[in-house]
């Protein structure tokens, strides 16, 4: 086929006139690199894209355009965004996730046969072609990329001409997938539905040259890469370690088994207690106390704002149920979606189920309409609402499984406005109730809770112990913690009679703040509904028996006390975990033996068979354009700032109070008293003395230390160094600027506190220390709060030494971690996997150099590199990149790290190249925009260099 210069477009519209739309040839070069800045683009003829949802509240569609190159066909897209992308896709013919893309299809005549050319292309420059061509080549004549930027992004791409017949189809579209403000969004050229037929013409040659190929980069992390000679060499050569490779993990082993000991004292104390129960009376003391704990961890409700309740689309299918995609606002602002199942018809007053869906999937999920439809056409209402962060309520991507890491995300920005991820799940649905209460045909004696498997048993737990309108409750595994560990983790830590508090993971609405300390297990909160109904139930099945199951017997124990036995059921699927019994929501095989359970306890109708009819996503939505445009919906981030901005200006009317509240939400802080501690080994590094020491803080917290110091020198100065990689960090990427100290006069320690370092464990899943932290917060104190006192025991322990002047002592705060590019246009939740690397922030050792020096007032001065610019700013987006171990419950309450900064005044603070919430390095101009008002006290800059440290902390303690 001969290479060609033109292309003619012919429209056809329905019966109007046809007019010919001559796409010319360009008159100079292109290059395929997503730039669209060649003068030759301007030759080429736009293709608008429109919508019939167009709304002023979200982006234009662009235009693509079209232009024969050098016996290419060249397509190009410019695409308006107003946020930022979503993608996950990267190479050519990836396994597409759901993301953002841009859709160019031919529609052609091959050997008179049709055929079809679909190019898809994402903001990352990811690409695939979908051909029923026969040719096995066809991918080899086609090259594209994007380029994601600020405020759109751009496509380009080029086919080999010789691969597309002369006459066809053409089309383009584009889609734009959920956000947390707006549902699927799509743009086509031409208009839905049109046929627009093209014709190749062959009138002129084109004289241009194929175009050329650049894939454009995606932006990377900023990470630090040094080269060291010399005895600065001979430092970052040094392991970091004091202990052999055993002892180390043996004492890192220590901590944790220090941790399941405060947790096994605390199940023992429940236990006695638990014994004392003997009536009613004896049952409803322990109750009412541990339940107030529950309350007061979760903290007040809401005032009900009008709920704004809305029926944005009614379907009869014609099978005895209606399907009403509803919307309310459980907090103005805060949109809940869901899916309310009905009877065709019904003349009395019918029962409700309210299922709380799985992290696996959202209210669209197969087994959930399933629910809501069988049941319907038995006469029962069954209301789905979308929890946070999954379904039309996703704050982040709607990937697979993208609940559990949202989840993650919006618990720790809760955290810290002093709120939780629980009380707000619990009140969408406490608000789900009162919208079906709005409708007469509702008994409001007959709500029942189900909560399906994995993230759905724990809220409609906590809500039925805290709302009595509901009438019966079925929370899927969460009768007692975790009881898929039956399986995974090996036989139970605890004897039969002994409750399992649990243990912290990621998931902070299974491991509740405060759960343990105030003894508010699982089995307590299910048990609490008594004597209404509940239906101890397990997605697979119990390794034995119910019988055997500790919980059940205290389940009975509490029934009985009320003479309401009956009340109390169980159901269980089959087992093992993993297995084939793993649902993702709830199983035919678990509804069956629901049925007749709920007929006996609140006369709900048994379905006479199961339906199923699975109805396409598009069905099921609930949040229009129209309903997004108008209500705005917000992000948990969004709400929890603007909660979080007045409790602090609440908090900054008082500094005189800040060290007292902010002691008292970070547990126990006090030093170490006269530690003891010793020397493990010492050597010679050149002229420097290198001391290797164990400081033990308390039983079972040993900490490693290294003391650099000049031999025989006596009163030092000393800098002392705290960072995520403890001191090898310090060693392998400052050995410099150590070097640099030591040549000064300066003493210097490097620390590892607690898991970090040497003491660091692995882990599996998510950020070091997760799990951690997690239990210590259910224990009721903070990862942060106990590294704060391996801090300051390791200060006091060099204020005693005699060669250490403890009035001239430095701190210094580093992050040897990458961050993230300030361009950075896309983003993606901690632990998902696939995509780029969207690495997280360590601000650790900054945090513990403020709040050391906050608490320890012979601190002579501070530096920090690398660290938050303020705990504000993680509520600054719905995407935050910082690990859960640095995170205070209602810091937002107490102050925030400039409050810290003043409060050392007059002593100087040195913050240098911080970051944002999404760790990325600020300017100086943001960077006290984020501090404003700056602390007099405080010196920030926008350079990384290190040596300016140095310099720094030598001018202040001269």
């Known amino acids: 086929m001969t290479f060609l ?502 998931e902070s609405t299974r491991n509740l703040r405060g759960g343990a300390a105030g003894q508010f297990f699982p089995w307590l909160i299910c048990a609490s509904v008594a004597p209404r109904p509940f239906l101890f139930s397990f997605e697979i099945g119990w390794p034995k028996t119910v019988e055997e199951e500790p919980a059940w017997a205290r389940y009975k124990k509490v029934f009985d006390l009320y003479g309401r036995r009956e009340n109390l059921a169980s159901v269980d699927g089959f087992g093992p975990f993993p297995g084939p019994g793993e649902c993702t929501n709830v199983g035919s095989f678990l509804r069956r033996r629901i049925y007749p359970i709920l007929k006996k306890w609140v006369d709900m109708p048994v379905p006479s068979s199961e339906y199923h009819s699975v109805k396409p996503d598009g069905d099921l939505m609930a949040i229009t354009p129209q309903i997004a445009a108008d209500r705005r919906p917000k992000t948990t981030a969004e709400l929890a700032s603007t909660l979080a901005q007045a409790r602090l200006k609440n908090a900054r009317a008082n500094p005189a109070m800040l060290r007292a509240t902010l002691a008292a939400k970070l547990g126990d802080i006090e030093p170490g008293q006269n530690p003891a501690a010793s020397v493990v080994s010492s050597k010679l590094v050149s002229r420097f003395l290198m001391e290797a020491i164990r400081i033990e803080v308390e039983p079972d917290v040993t900490l490693p230390v290294i003391l650099f110091t000049s031999r025989g020198a006596a009163q030092s100065p000393a800098v002392v160094a705290f960072a995520q990689e403890g001191k090898r960090g310090f060693l392998a990427n400052r050995a410099p600027e150590i070097l640099n100290l030591l040549e000064r006069g300066f003493a210097v320690c490097l620390a590892d506190v607690r898991y970090t370092g040497e003491l660091a464990p692995n882990a599996p899943r998510g950020p070091a220390g997760m799990s951690m932290a997690a239990t210590e917060l259910m224990l009721g104190n903070t990862l942060l709060g106990a590294r704060l006192k391996d801090a300051r025991t390791i200060l006091g322990y060099l204020s005693r030494r005699p060669d250490i002047n403890p009035k001239r002592i430095a701190l210094w705060g580093d992050s040897f971690g990458p961050v993230n590019p300030r361009e950075m246009i896309f983003d993606k939740s901690l632990n998902q996997p696939g995509g780029p690397e969207i690495p997280q922030a360590e601000p650790l050792g900054s945090l513990l150099v403020l709040l050391t020096a906050l608490y320890e007032p012979d601190v002579a001065a501070a530096a920090t590199r690398r660290g938050l610019a303020s705990f504000l700013s993680l509520l600054d987006d719905r995407f935050q990149y910082s690990p859960l171990d640095v995170i205070v419950p209602g810091i937002l309450e107490a102050g925030d790290l400039p409050d810290a900064v003043a409060a050392i005044a007059p002593r100087p603070v040195l913050i240098q190249a911080s970051v944002d919430g999404r760790n990325r390095p600020l300017t100086l101009a943001e960077a006290k925009q984020k501090m404003a008002p700056v602390p007099a006290n405080a010196t920030l800059t926008e350079e990384a260099d290190p040596e300016l440290i140095v310099d720094w902390i030598s001018a202040r303690l001269r």
């Open 5 to 506: 210069s033109g292309l003619m477009i012919v429209l056809s519209l329905g019966a109007a006139a046809a007019a010919q739309l001559q796409i010319p040839a360009a008159s100079g070069a292109i290059t395929i690199d997503g730039r669209l800045d060649e003068p030759s683009w301007s030759d080429a003829r736009s293709l608008p894209l429109a919508s019939p949802d167009s709304s002023a509240a979200f982006p234009k569609g662009g235009e693509a355009r079209i232009v024969v190159c050098g016996g290419y066909l060249c397509l190009a897209a410019r695409l308006p965004e107003t946020g930022r992308v979503i993608a996950i896709s990267q190479g050519r013919s990836p396994a597409w996730w759901r993301e953002d893309i841009a859709v160019f299809t031919f529609a052609v005549n091959f050997n008179n046969r049709g055929r079809r050319l679909t190019l898809t292309i994402n903001p990352f420059g990811a690409y695939s072609l979908d051909s029923t061509m026969p040719d096995p080549d066809v991918m080899k004549g086609v090259v594209a990329t994007a380029r994601p930027g600020a405020g759109e992004w751009t496509v380009e791409a080029a086919f080999a001409l010789d691969k597309i017949s002369r006459t066809g189809l053409l089309s383009v579209e584009r889609v734009r997938v959920p956000r947390h403000d707006a549902p699927e969004l799509r743009w086509h050229w031409p208009a839905p539905n049109e046929r627009l037929d093209f014709e190749l013409a062959f009138s002129t040659v084109s004289s241009s040259a194929a175009p050329g190929f650049q894939p454009a980069p995606m932006p990377a992390p900023q990470k630090e890469s040094r080269t060291f000679t010399g005895l600065a060499a001979q430092l970052a050569a040094e392991s970091g370690r004091i202990w052999p490779d055993v002892e180390g993990e043996r004492l890192a082993a220590a901590f944790q088994h220090r941790l399941r000991n405060r947790m096994a004292n605390v199940a023992a104390t429940e236990r006695m207690e638990w014994d004392k129960v003997n009536t009613r009376a004896d049952w409803e003391q322990f109750r009412d106390q541990r339940i107030a704990a529950l309350q007061k961890s979760l903290g007040n409700f809401p005032e009900r704002t009008p709920l704004r309740a809305a029926v944005t689309r009614r379907a009869d299918y014609g099978h005895g149920f209606v399907i009403e995609n509803v919307v309310y606002e459980s907090v103005l602002g805060r949109v809940v979606a869901a899916n309310l199942y009905l009877p065709s018809s019904s003349g009395a007053k019918i029962p409700a189920i309210v299922v709380v869906h799985s992290h696996h999937a959202p209210k669209t999920q197969s087994e959930l309409q399933d629910m809501g439809m069988t049941w319907a056409r038995a006469g029962v209402a069954v209301l789905v609402p979308d929890q946070p962060g999954a379904g039309e309520r996703v704050e982040s991507q709607a990937w697979p499984r993208e609940s559990y890491y949202a989840c993650y995300a919006m618990g720790m920005q809760l955290y810290l406005a002093g709120e939780s991820l629980m009380k707000w799940m619990v009140w969408d649905l406490m608000r789900g109730i009162d919208m079906l209460l709005e409708r007469p045909r509702i008994d409001p004696k007959r709500i029942v809770m189900l909560g399906a498997v994995a993230g759905g048993g724990d809220p409609a737990a906590v809500t039925a112990a805290l709302d009595s309108r509901i009438a019966a409750v079925i929370p899927f595994n969460f009768g007692e913690a975790g009881p898929e560990q039956h399986y995974t983790r090996g036989p139970r830590p605890y004897d039969f009679g002994t409750a399992d508090p649990g243990w912290g993971s990621w």
